[in-house]
C-alpha cells in the first residue's frame, strides 16, 4: 500500500519530451516510503484507489509541480549589511564603503566571531522563507571564513540546519571565494591551505559535496582556480565555480575543462565558453537578484546560451552583500523580466536544472516514479503563474522526501 495518493490533479511533471511542462491533465501521485511510486494519468492506476492507498486525497484540480531547489546560496553567515546598502543608495563609492568596514570583510569578521550556534539561530529563519514557498533543496556554501575552523563551522552548521529543519541541503565549499589584504595576508600561502589542508581535511570529515570557486580579477585568477580544481578532484569532489560576472576570465570554458556540475553569473561569458559548458554538460546557473541589486546593466547571454545548448538553472544567490534574498520564488519572474527566460525555462530553473546543477537529478527536480517524494500543489490555474506573480506565492501543500504538510 501506498502512503498517500492525490487523485484529481493537473501534473507539471517539468520532464523533457512530453510536451510545455510535462504537463498530465487528469493526474494521480501515489507516494511510498518517500518515494513517487506512481506518477500518470488517473485512468492508469493499477487499481482502485481505496485499495491502492492508506490516504486517498482529492487534488480538486490543482496543479502539482516538483518541489523548488535553490541551487545557489550563501545562506549561513553572521551580521547583515543593511547599512552598507542604505549607503549605496546614497551615493557611496566603493571605497566609501570599504573605508566605513562594509564589503564581504564585514561578512567574514561578524562570521568569524560567531559560534556554530548563533550562525544555525542566524540562518534558520532565511531557511524557513524559502521552506515556506515549498524549497525542498538548498544549495548552502562556505566562504565567510577564509581560514579553516571558520569554513569548517559554516559546513556543519549547514548539515546540521538540514537535519533539524527536514530539509536535503548540499554542502559546497567555497574557501577560494575571495582573499582581501586585511583576512588573508598572504593569497599564495592561503591557496596552498586550500588545497593541501582545508580541502583534505574537509573532505573526509564528509562537509563537502561540491567545490567552489570566485574565479575574478578581484578573486582568484583561473590558474589559482584550476589549482583549487585539482585537488577537489584528487577527494572525488565535482566543482562549480562563480564564472565570468564582472569580466570574461575564460571562467566558463574553465568550469567545463573540469566537467564542473554548474558555471554560475556568466554575465561576461564568451560564445566559445558556453559552447565548451554544452559539450561538457555543465549547467549556467543565472543569479537575477544579484544582477538587480548591484544595478548591473549586462544581463548574461541567454540566447546564446540556448543556441549553445547550454542548460539554464535560476537561483536565489541568498547572501549579505549582493542578494540579500529571502525567495527563491520571486527570482522566476526577474529572470523572465531581466534576461528573457521564458516561464517554463524560469521553472524548468528552479526544479529539473536545478536539480541537475547539483548532481541530484536522479532524485529529485522532476515529478518522476522512483524520485524522492518532492512536490507542491499549487492553487493556480497554470504553471506559468509561477513565473507571473511578483512575491508571496505559498503553496497549498509541500511533500518534502515523503514528508507531507498538508
Ligand atoms: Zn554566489
Same mark, same amino acid.
Given at each position: 500500500?501506498?502512503?498517500?495518493?492525490?487523485?484529481?490533479?493537473?501534473?507539471?511533471? +517539468?520532464?523533457?519530451?512530453?510536451?510545455? %511542462?510535462?504537463?498530465?491533465?487528469?493526474? =494521480?501521485?501515489?507516494? &511510498?516510503?518517500? !518515494?513517487?511510486?506512481?506518477?500518470?494519468?488517473?485512468?492508469?492506476? @493499477?487499481?482502485? @484507489?481505496?485499495?491502492?492507498a492508506h490516504d486517498v486525497r482529492p487534488a480538486h484540480g490543482a496543479w502539482v509541480a516538483p518541489a523548488p531547489i535553490d541551487c545557489h546560496t550563501h545562506i549561513v553567515f553572521a551580521g547583515e549589511r543593511a547599512a552598507e546598502f542604505e549607503m549605496r543608495a546614497a551615493g557611496a563609492r566603493y571605497e566609501d564603503i570599504h573605508r566605513a568596514g562594509g564589503g564581504i570583510g564585514a561578512t567574514v569578521r561578524a562570521t568569524r566571531a560567531a559560534s556554530e550556534n548563533e550562525l544555525i539561530d542566524a540562518a !534558520?529563519?532565511?531557511? !524557513?522563507?524559502?521552506? =515556506?514557498?515549498?524549497?525542498?533543496?538548498?544549495?548552502? &556554501?562556505?566562504? %565567510?571564513?577564509? *581560514?579553516?575552523?571558520? *569554513?569548517?563551522?559554516?559546513?556543519?552548521?549547514?548539515?546540521?540546519?538540514?537535519?533539524?529543519?527536514?530539509?536535503?541541503?548540499?554542502?559546497?565549499?567555497?574557501g577560494a571565494h575571495a582573499a582581501p589584504p586585511s583576512l588573508v595576508k598572504d593569497k599564495a600561502a592561503y591557496l596552498t591551505e586550500i588545497v593541501e589542508e582545508m580541502i583534505p581535511a574537509l573532505a573526509?570529515?564528509?562537509?563537502?559535496? =561540491?567545490?567552489?570557486?570566485?574565479?575574478?580579477?578581484?578573486?582568484?585568477? @583561473?590558474?589559482?582556480?584550476?589549482?583549487?580544481?585539482?585537488?577537489? !578532484? &584528487?577527494?572525488?569532489?565535482?566543482?562549480?565555480?562563480?564564472?565570468?560576472?564582472?569580466?570574461?576570465r575564460g571562467g566558463a570554458a574553465l568550469a567545463a575543462k573540469f566537467g564542473a556540475l554548474s558555471a554560475d553569473h556568466l554575465e561576461h561569458a564568451s560564445a566559445d565558453g558556453l559552447a565548451a559548458m554544452a559539450k561538457a554538460g555543465t549547467v549556467a546557473v543565472l543569479?537575477?537578484?544579484? %544582477?538587480? +541589486?548591484?544595478?548591473?546593466?549586462?544581463?548574461?547571454?541567454? =540566447?546564446?546560451?540556448?543556441? &549553445?545548448?547550454?542548460? +539554464?538553472?535560476?537561483?536565489?544567490?541568498?547572501?549579505?552583500?549582493?542578494?540579500?534574498?529571502?525567495?527563491?520564488?520571486?527570482? $522566476?519572474?526577474?529572470?523572465?523580466? $531581466?534576461?528573457?527566460?521564458?516561464?517554463?525555462e524560469a521553472l524548468a530553473g528552479v526544479t529539473r536544472e536545478a536539480a541537475r546543477a547539483l548532481g541530484l537529478l536522479d532524485e529529485t527536480g522532476t515529478l518522476e516514479a522512483g524520485k524522492s517524494a518532492d512536490y507542491c500543489l499549487w492553487d493556480i490555474g497554470h504553471p506559468r503563474e509561477l513565473s507571473y506573480w511578483l512575491g508571496n506565492m505559498r503553496p497549498q501543500a509541500i511533500c518534502r522526501m515523503g514528508q507531507l504538510d498538508a
Open positions: 500500500m501506498w502512503d498517500h495518493l492525490w487523485l484529481g490533479a493537473r501534473l507539471a511533471t +517539468m520532464r523533457e519530451g512530453p510536451g510545455p %511542462y510535462g504537463v498530465i491533465i487528469d493526474g =494521480a501521485l501515489g507516494v &511510498k516510503d518517500g !518515494r513517487i511510486a506512481f506518477v500518470g494519468p488517473e485512468a492508469d492506476l @493499477p487499481g482502485r @484507489p481505496a485499495d491502492l !534558520r529563519p532565511r531557511l !524557513r522563507a524559502l521552506m =515556506a514557498e515549498g524549497v525542498s533543496t538548498v544549495e548552502i &556554501k562556505s566562504g %565567510y571564513g577564509l *581560514e579553516f575552523a571558520t *569554513e569548517r563551522r559554516m559546513l556543519r552548521a549547514a548539515r546540521r540546519l538540514g537535519r533539524e529543519l527536514g530539509l536535503r541541503v548540499h554542502t559546497t565549499f567555497l573526509s570529515e564528509g562537509l563537502v559535496d =561540491a567545490v567552489d570557486a570566485f574565479c575574478e580579477s578581484i578573486a582568484f585568477t @583561473p590558474e589559482e582556480t584550476a589549482r583549487v580544481f585539482e585537488a577537489a !578532484r &584528487k577527494h572525488g569532489l565535482r566543482v562549480k565555480l562563480h564564472a565570468d560576472q564582472i569580466s570574461d543569479l537575477p537578484g544579484a %544582477y538587480l +541589486m548591484l544595478r548591473d546593466t549586462r544581463p548574461p547571454p541567454v =540566447a546564446l546560451m540556448r543556441e &549553445k545548448g547550454v542548460r +539554464m538553472a535560476v537561483a536565489s544567490d541568498a547572501n549579505p552583500g549582493s542578494s540579500p534574498a529571502r525567495s527563491l520564488l520571486l527570482m $522566476l519572474p526577474l529572470a523572465c523580466a $531581466l534576461f528573457g527566460l521564458t516561464p517554463e
